[in-house]
Protein backbone atom coordinates (compact mmCIF):
# COMPACT_ATOMS: atom_id res chain seq x y z
CA UNK A 1 0.00 0.00 0.00
CA UNK A 2 0.92 3.21 -0.96
CA UNK A 3 -0.01 7.12 0.19
CA UNK A 4 0.62 10.16 -2.08
CA UNK A 5 1.05 12.74 0.24
CA UNK A 6 1.93 15.45 -2.05
CA UNK A 7 2.33 17.09 -5.66
CA UNK A 8 6.38 18.47 -5.88
CA UNK A 9 6.28 20.34 -8.83
CA UNK A 10 10.24 20.07 -9.14
CA UNK A 11 11.42 19.57 -12.62
CA UNK A 12 14.63 16.89 -12.81
CA UNK A 13 16.00 17.57 -15.56
CA UNK A 14 17.84 15.20 -17.66
CA UNK A 15 19.97 15.22 -20.74
CA UNK A 16 19.56 12.76 -23.22
CA UNK A 17 20.39 13.03 -26.97
CA UNK A 18 20.66 16.87 -26.82
CA UNK A 19 17.16 17.10 -25.44
CA UNK A 20 15.99 17.98 -21.91
CA UNK A 21 13.55 15.25 -20.39
CA UNK A 22 11.24 16.74 -17.71
CA UNK A 23 9.32 14.85 -15.11
CA UNK A 24 6.56 15.93 -12.75
CA UNK A 25 6.57 13.66 -9.55
CA UNK A 26 4.22 12.74 -6.72
CA UNK A 27 5.98 11.83 -3.44
CA UNK A 28 4.79 8.83 -2.37
CA UNK A 29 5.27 6.93 1.11
CA UNK A 30 5.28 3.09 1.03
CA UNK A 31 3.49 1.04 3.77
CA UNK A 32 7.03 0.09 4.41
CA UNK A 33 8.12 3.72 5.31
CA UNK A 34 10.11 4.02 1.80
CA UNK A 35 10.31 7.15 -0.19
CA UNK A 36 9.49 6.98 -3.95
CA UNK A 37 8.08 8.69 -6.46
CA UNK A 38 5.45 8.22 -8.66
CA UNK A 39 6.37 9.50 -12.45
CA UNK A 40 3.90 10.46 -14.24
CA UNK A 41 5.50 10.52 -17.64
CA UNK A 42 6.26 7.07 -17.07
CA UNK A 43 3.29 6.22 -15.62
CA UNK A 44 5.00 4.01 -12.61
CA UNK A 45 6.53 4.09 -8.98
CA UNK A 46 10.20 4.24 -9.37
CA UNK A 47 13.01 5.17 -6.14
CA UNK A 48 14.75 8.71 -6.77
CA UNK A 49 18.11 9.41 -4.87
CA UNK A 50 17.71 11.61 -2.24
CA UNK A 51 20.25 13.79 -3.78
CA UNK A 52 18.38 14.50 -6.51
CA UNK A 53 15.46 16.19 -4.53
CA UNK A 54 15.41 20.06 -4.00
CA UNK A 55 16.84 20.91 -0.85
CA UNK A 56 14.00 22.27 2.09
CA UNK A 57 13.65 25.62 2.63
CA UNK A 58 14.84 25.62 6.42
CA UNK A 59 16.47 23.34 8.05
CA UNK A 60 15.53 23.34 12.10
CA UNK A 61 16.81 23.36 15.23
CA UNK A 62 14.93 22.84 18.24
CA UNK A 63 14.43 20.50 21.80
CA UNK A 64 13.80 17.59 19.97
CA UNK A 65 16.76 17.25 17.98
CA UNK A 66 19.71 19.47 20.20
CA UNK A 67 20.55 20.68 23.47
CA UNK A 68 18.61 23.60 22.80
CA UNK A 69 17.05 24.21 26.21
CA UNK A 70 13.10 25.21 24.61
CA UNK A 71 11.13 25.68 21.67
CA UNK A 72 10.10 28.84 23.24
CA UNK A 73 12.53 31.70 21.33
CA UNK A 74 12.36 35.54 23.18
CA UNK A 75 15.41 37.06 21.31
CA UNK A 76 18.79 36.13 19.64
CA UNK A 77 22.01 37.89 19.77
CA UNK A 78 24.58 37.20 17.22
CA UNK A 79 28.31 37.90 18.48
CA UNK A 80 31.04 36.62 16.63
CA UNK A 81 31.19 33.06 16.12
CA UNK A 82 28.29 32.18 18.57
CA UNK A 83 24.71 32.79 18.78
CA UNK A 84 22.99 33.33 21.90
CA UNK A 85 19.70 32.39 21.64
CA UNK A 86 17.40 33.60 24.66
CA UNK A 87 15.04 31.24 25.85
CA UNK A 88 12.03 30.59 28.33
CA UNK A 89 14.36 28.14 29.98
CA UNK A 90 17.45 29.44 29.99
CA UNK A 91 20.20 30.81 27.56
CA UNK A 92 21.70 28.63 24.84
CA UNK A 93 24.31 29.68 23.23
CA UNK A 94 25.42 27.85 19.44
CA UNK A 95 28.60 27.40 18.71
CA UNK A 96 30.25 25.17 16.02
CA UNK A 97 30.07 22.29 18.66
CA UNK A 98 26.56 22.35 19.49
CA UNK A 99 24.40 24.53 22.53
CA UNK A 100 25.97 25.42 25.83
CA UNK A 101 23.49 25.97 28.07
CA UNK A 102 23.12 28.43 31.33
CA UNK A 103 20.36 28.07 34.10
CA UNK A 104 19.72 29.01 37.17
CA UNK A 105 21.17 25.28 38.04
CA UNK A 106 24.67 26.03 36.88
CA UNK A 107 24.96 29.80 36.73
CA UNK A 108 23.95 32.68 38.48
CA UNK A 109 20.78 33.45 36.29
CA UNK A 110 18.05 34.72 38.90
CA UNK A 111 15.51 33.18 36.44
CA UNK A 112 15.16 30.88 33.64
CA UNK A 113 13.25 32.59 31.62
CA UNK A 114 15.47 35.15 29.53
CA UNK A 115 14.05 37.67 27.47
CA UNK A 116 16.79 39.32 25.79
CA UNK A 117 20.72 39.91 26.45
CA UNK A 118 23.81 42.09 25.03
CA UNK A 119 26.73 40.87 24.66
CA UNK A 120 30.65 41.68 24.29
CA UNK A 121 34.15 40.31 24.83
CA UNK A 122 34.63 40.62 28.42
CA UNK A 123 30.83 41.23 29.85
CA UNK A 124 27.46 39.66 29.18
CA UNK A 125 24.18 41.42 29.89
CA UNK A 126 21.15 39.27 30.25
CA UNK A 127 17.36 40.34 31.08
CA UNK A 128 15.49 37.94 32.64
CA UNK A 129 12.09 38.01 34.39
CA UNK A 130 14.03 38.41 37.96
CA UNK A 131 16.34 41.09 36.90
CA UNK A 132 19.28 42.39 35.18
CA UNK A 133 22.09 40.42 35.42
CA UNK A 134 25.73 41.36 33.93
CA UNK A 135 28.44 38.36 33.44
CA UNK A 136 32.41 38.88 33.62
CA UNK A 137 33.81 36.88 30.96
CA UNK A 138 37.43 37.52 32.42
CA UNK A 139 36.77 36.61 35.98
CA UNK A 140 33.41 34.03 35.25
CA UNK A 141 31.69 35.58 37.85
CA UNK A 142 27.68 37.00 37.80
CA UNK A 143 26.05 39.94 39.25
CA UNK A 144 22.51 40.35 39.47
CA UNK A 145 20.82 43.55 39.28
CA UNK A 146 16.98 44.13 40.83
CA UNK A 147 14.40 46.40 41.87
CA UNK A 148 16.01 45.55 45.43
CA UNK A 149 19.45 46.15 45.61
CA UNK A 150 19.73 48.80 42.64
CA UNK A 151 17.65 51.68 41.46
CA UNK A 152 16.77 49.01 38.33
CA UNK A 153 12.65 50.56 37.83
CA UNK A 154 11.28 46.78 37.07
CA UNK A 155 12.81 42.91 37.32
CA UNK A 156 11.67 42.26 33.58
CA UNK A 157 14.13 43.11 31.25
CA UNK A 158 12.63 43.75 27.55
CA UNK A 159 16.04 45.20 25.61
CA UNK A 160 19.40 46.06 26.19
CA UNK A 161 21.93 48.19 24.82
CA UNK A 162 25.56 49.69 25.49
CA UNK A 163 26.26 52.85 24.02
CA UNK A 164 29.98 54.01 23.04
CA UNK A 165 30.78 55.51 26.87
CA UNK A 166 30.24 51.78 28.46
CA UNK A 167 27.22 53.29 29.68
CA UNK A 168 24.49 50.48 29.74
CA UNK A 169 20.71 51.02 28.82
CA UNK A 170 17.70 48.87 29.94
CA UNK A 171 14.34 48.95 28.66
CA UNK A 172 12.00 47.57 31.13
CA UNK A 173 7.95 45.95 30.68
CA UNK A 174 5.19 47.98 31.36
CA UNK A 175 5.57 50.11 35.25
CA UNK A 176 9.48 50.57 34.89
CA UNK A 177 10.30 52.19 32.10
CA UNK A 178 14.20 53.22 30.97
CA UNK A 179 17.46 52.40 32.89
CA UNK A 180 21.06 53.51 32.26
CA UNK A 181 23.74 52.26 34.44
CA UNK A 182 27.69 53.38 33.77
CA UNK A 183 28.88 50.72 36.67
CA UNK A 184 28.56 53.20 39.41
CA UNK A 185 25.33 55.17 39.51
CA UNK A 186 22.23 54.55 37.93
CA UNK A 187 19.77 56.95 36.05
CA UNK A 188 16.16 56.10 35.51
CA UNK A 189 13.71 57.77 33.27
CA UNK A 190 9.86 57.27 33.13
CA UNK A 191 6.90 59.21 31.84
CA UNK A 192 6.55 60.73 35.59
CA UNK A 193 10.07 62.45 35.55
CA UNK A 194 10.87 62.82 31.61
CA UNK A 195 8.79 63.32 28.33
CA UNK A 196 9.07 59.41 27.61
CA UNK A 197 5.35 58.32 26.75
CA UNK A 198 5.16 54.80 27.73
CA UNK A 199 6.66 53.43 30.83
CA UNK A 200 6.85 49.75 28.83
CA UNK A 201 9.56 50.00 26.71
CA UNK A 202 9.66 47.48 23.79
CA UNK A 203 13.40 48.54 22.04
CA UNK A 204 16.02 50.35 22.65
CA UNK A 205 18.11 51.61 19.82
CA UNK A 206 21.44 53.55 19.65
CA UNK A 207 22.84 55.79 17.12
CA UNK A 208 26.55 57.33 18.61
CA UNK A 209 25.27 59.54 21.24
CA UNK A 210 21.57 59.45 19.65
CA UNK A 211 18.90 57.11 21.65
CA UNK A 212 15.73 55.85 20.28
CA UNK A 213 13.39 54.05 22.80
CA UNK A 214 10.14 52.12 21.28
CA UNK A 215 7.61 52.46 23.37
CA UNK A 216 3.77 51.36 24.05
CA UNK A 217 3.37 54.74 23.52
CA UNK A 218 4.74 55.86 20.73
CA UNK A 219 8.90 56.62 19.32
CA UNK A 220 11.06 58.50 21.60
CA UNK A 221 14.58 60.20 20.63
CA UNK A 222 16.84 61.46 23.29
CA UNK A 223 20.37 63.40 22.63
CA UNK A 224 21.55 63.27 26.22
CA UNK A 225 19.63 66.49 26.62
CA UNK A 226 16.54 66.73 24.21
CA UNK A 227 13.74 64.49 23.88
CA UNK A 228 11.80 64.09 20.61
CA UNK A 229 8.31 61.56 20.91
CA UNK A 230 6.84 60.35 17.47
CA UNK A 231 3.33 59.48 17.84
CA UNK A 232 0.82 58.73 15.54
CA UNK A 233 -1.27 62.04 15.99
CA UNK A 234 2.10 64.07 15.13
CA UNK A 235 4.14 61.78 12.58
CA UNK A 236 3.63 59.56 9.92
CA UNK A 237 3.86 55.88 12.43
CA UNK A 238 0.85 54.21 11.74
CA UNK A 239 0.69 52.39 15.27
CA UNK A 240 2.42 53.80 18.99
CA UNK A 241 2.99 50.37 19.77
CA UNK A 242 6.88 50.33 18.72
CA UNK A 243 8.35 46.73 18.72
CA UNK A 244 11.93 46.94 17.17
CA UNK A 245 13.71 49.97 15.56
CA UNK A 246 17.16 49.38 13.11
CA UNK A 247 19.11 51.24 10.24
CA UNK A 248 18.66 50.50 6.75
CA UNK A 249 21.44 50.87 4.09
CA UNK A 250 22.69 53.59 5.98
CA UNK A 251 21.91 56.08 9.33
CA UNK A 252 19.84 58.14 7.97
CA UNK A 253 16.96 55.66 6.86
CA UNK A 254 15.44 53.81 10.19
CA UNK A 255 12.87 51.14 9.78
CA UNK A 256 10.43 50.39 12.36
CA UNK A 257 8.34 47.21 13.55
CA UNK A 258 5.03 48.21 15.26
CA UNK A 259 1.36 46.21 15.10
CA UNK A 260 0.50 47.85 12.10
CA UNK A 261 2.88 47.21 9.92
CA UNK A 262 6.50 48.91 8.86
CA UNK A 263 7.36 52.44 9.06
CA UNK A 264 10.22 54.09 7.79
CA UNK A 265 11.76 57.40 9.17
CA UNK A 266 14.09 59.50 6.71
CA UNK A 267 16.28 61.57 9.83
CA UNK A 268 17.07 63.91 6.61
CA UNK A 269 13.83 65.35 5.55
CA UNK A 270 11.84 63.84 8.28
CA UNK A 271 10.15 62.00 5.98
CA UNK A 272 7.51 59.14 6.84
CA UNK A 273 6.45 56.28 4.54
CA UNK A 274 5.07 53.12 5.88
CA UNK A 275 3.76 49.49 4.69
CA UNK A 276 1.34 47.36 5.81
CA UNK A 277 -1.56 45.49 4.13
CA UNK A 278 -3.36 47.95 2.67
CA UNK A 279 -0.58 49.60 0.91
CA UNK A 280 1.64 46.50 0.36
CA UNK A 281 2.55 42.71 -0.03
CA UNK A 282 3.20 43.14 3.30
CA UNK A 283 -0.32 40.62 4.40
CA UNK A 284 1.15 40.49 8.40
CA UNK A 285 0.76 44.05 9.76
CA UNK A 286 1.85 42.86 13.54
CA UNK A 287 5.49 43.09 13.11
CA UNK A 288 7.70 42.08 15.63
CA UNK A 289 11.49 42.00 14.59
CA UNK A 290 13.42 43.20 11.49
CA UNK A 291 16.81 42.35 10.24
CA UNK A 292 18.80 44.77 7.48
CA UNK A 293 21.11 43.01 5.13
CA UNK A 294 22.98 45.71 3.65
CA UNK A 295 24.80 43.61 0.67
CA UNK A 296 21.79 42.63 -0.70
CA UNK A 297 19.92 45.71 0.50
CA UNK A 298 17.21 42.78 1.63
CA UNK A 299 14.85 43.73 4.83
CA UNK A 300 13.79 40.62 6.42
CA UNK A 301 10.48 41.35 8.79
CA UNK A 302 8.99 38.61 11.77
CA UNK A 303 5.70 38.58 12.14
CA UNK A 304 3.35 37.49 14.69
CA UNK A 305 1.17 35.48 12.98
CA UNK A 306 2.14 35.84 9.13
CA UNK A 307 5.41 34.08 9.44
CA UNK A 308 8.59 35.83 7.69
CA UNK A 309 8.78 38.56 5.00
CA UNK A 310 11.84 39.65 2.92
CA UNK A 311 11.80 43.37 1.03
CA UNK A 312 14.03 44.91 -1.64
CA UNK A 313 11.76 47.94 -1.26
CA UNK A 314 9.43 47.47 -4.33
CA UNK A 315 8.43 43.89 -3.33
CA UNK A 316 7.85 41.84 -0.34
CA UNK A 317 8.18 37.66 -0.04
CA UNK A 318 6.40 35.90 2.88
CA UNK A 319 7.65 32.33 3.72
CA UNK A 320 4.92 30.85 6.06
CA UNK A 321 3.89 27.60 7.37
CA UNK A 322 3.17 24.79 4.79
CA UNK A 323 4.28 21.56 5.85
CA UNK A 324 8.22 19.90 6.07
CA UNK A 325 10.72 22.15 4.89
CA UNK A 326 9.05 25.30 5.17
CA UNK A 327 8.92 27.91 8.46
CA UNK A 328 8.10 25.57 11.80
CA UNK A 329 5.20 27.97 12.87
CA UNK A 330 4.08 31.97 11.38
CA UNK A 331 4.29 33.33 15.42
CA UNK A 332 8.13 34.47 15.18
CA UNK A 333 10.00 36.44 17.39
CA UNK A 334 12.87 37.13 16.15
CA UNK A 335 15.33 36.98 12.95
CA UNK A 336 18.93 37.95 12.63
CA UNK A 337 22.18 37.02 9.93
CA UNK A 338 24.50 34.85 11.16
CA UNK A 339 27.58 32.88 9.75
CA UNK A 340 25.91 33.51 6.31
CA UNK A 341 22.69 32.33 7.45
CA UNK A 342 19.07 33.89 7.86
CA UNK A 343 18.07 32.50 11.57
CA UNK A 344 14.42 33.04 12.39
CA UNK A 345 12.91 32.75 16.17
CA UNK A 346 9.92 31.25 16.49
CA UNK A 347 7.39 31.39 19.43
CA UNK A 348 6.80 27.55 20.23
CA UNK A 349 8.75 25.83 17.50
CA UNK A 350 12.76 26.57 18.07
CA UNK A 351 14.63 28.14 15.07
CA UNK A 352 14.71 27.86 11.59
CA UNK A 353 17.43 28.54 9.73
CA UNK A 354 17.38 29.45 5.62
CA UNK A 355 19.48 28.09 2.72
Known sequence: MQFVIEINKHLNKTEKSNELSFFRR???????????FYSCKKDKIENVPASSLPAPAFQYLNSSNSNLLSDSINALFPFNNQLFVCTAK??????????????THN???PSDYVNCCFITDSVWWVGTNAGLVKYSVTFQQW?????????????KIRSIRMDKYGKVWV????????ASYDGVNWQVF???????????????????????????????RYNGNKWTIYTPGNSGLQSAWIY??????????????????????????NSWTYYNSTNSGLTGNFTRKLSYDKTKNMLWIATDGNGLFKSDGNQFTQYKYTGAGSLPSNYLTDVCLFNGKLWVATKENGLAIMQ
Open 244 to 269: DIIEGANASLLFIATNNGINTFNLIN
Open 26 to 36: CLVISSLGMLL
Open 190 to 220: TPSNSPLPSSSIARIFIQDSLYWFGTGGGLA
Open 171 to 178: GTFTGGGV
Open 143 to 155: QVFNISNSSLPNN
Open 107 to 109: SGL
Open 90 to 103: GLSVYTSSGFINYT
